[in-house]
């Protein structure tokens, strides 16, 4: 079993940002082999391949009431959509991944605050991927940091896209979060989108050609202001 333990985060949970909340946080691997090459690259955090095993946070809420909305209502529910941001540039390394919050240690009263404690089972390998879109608060349609792959890839690609919160007019509108592709840079075009009409959150993966730029999108029907966040992993 390993544990990889990491500072200076953002933890995203479904439609819900934990990062004020969170006091500590670890993502554990079980590993049934081994990759020799990873000893050689310290830049790599992850054994490509292995089992997610678990993710456990802890954090200090507000309330009770707080505490019942972002751990309670998703405690045994089906799989949500986390993402854990290292960063706050636009290609920044993230890792992204789905899972079922199965367990949540009694909560302790600490002052006028609430310490709890939770762990979630991933049910795939995390994903490592790339910051697309910081969490972001706006009013108008916006375009994000473009990256560059160097060449085209054939592998497709997978978007992790949290909406945290629509208001004014938009609350009975949509909006669209998405990753563009382009050959030159210049010219886009659509390759996933996801069309939030609440707070929520999804994974997308699309497969096809992804050409060698790539970048964040966000647009709406209507007027109002969105806060969302969006991570990407390229094949």
């Keep these: 079993m390993a544990k990889f333990l990491f500072r200076d985060v953002k933890v995203y949970f479904d439609k819900y940002d934990l990062t ?23 830049g790599e955090r992850m054994v490509g391949g292995v089992r997610a095993d678990g993710f456990e946070w802890a954090g200090l809420l507000e309330d009770s009431d707080s505490m019942n909305d972002a751990v309670g209502t998703h405690l045994g529910s089906g799989n949500r ?27 302790i009263n600490i002052r006028d605050m609430v310490r709890q404690e939770t762990i979630t089972r991933p049910d795939q ?9 910081p969490k972001t608060t706006g009013t108008a349609a916006a375009n994000f940091g473009t990256l560059d792959a160097g060449a085209l890839s054939t592998a497709g690609g997978t978007m992790y896209a949290h ?28 390759f996933t989108t996801f069309l939030a009409t609440a707070p929520t959150a999804a994974k997308v993966s699309t497969s096809g050609t992804l050409d060698r730029y790539y970048r964040a999108a966000y647009s709406s029907t209507t007027a109002g202001t969105a806060i969302y966040a969006i991570i990407f992993k390229r094949g």
């Design 20 to 42: 004020p909340a969170t006091t500590s946080f670890s993502i554990e691997l079980a590993a049934p082999g081994i990759d020799s090459t990873t000893f050689q690259d310290s």
């Design 81 to 107: 959509v986390i993402s854990v941001v290292i960063g706050s540039n636009t290609g920044s390394v993230s890792y992204g991944s789905t899972g079922q919050m199965y367990a949540a240690r009694n909560p």
């Design 125 to 133: 390998a995390w994903d490592r991927s790339e910051l697309m879109a």
């Design 163 to 190: 909406m945290f919160s629509m208001a004014g007019n938009l609350a009975t509108g949509s909006g669209t979060l998405r990753v563009e592709d382009s050959s030159d840079g210049t010219t886009w075009a659509v």
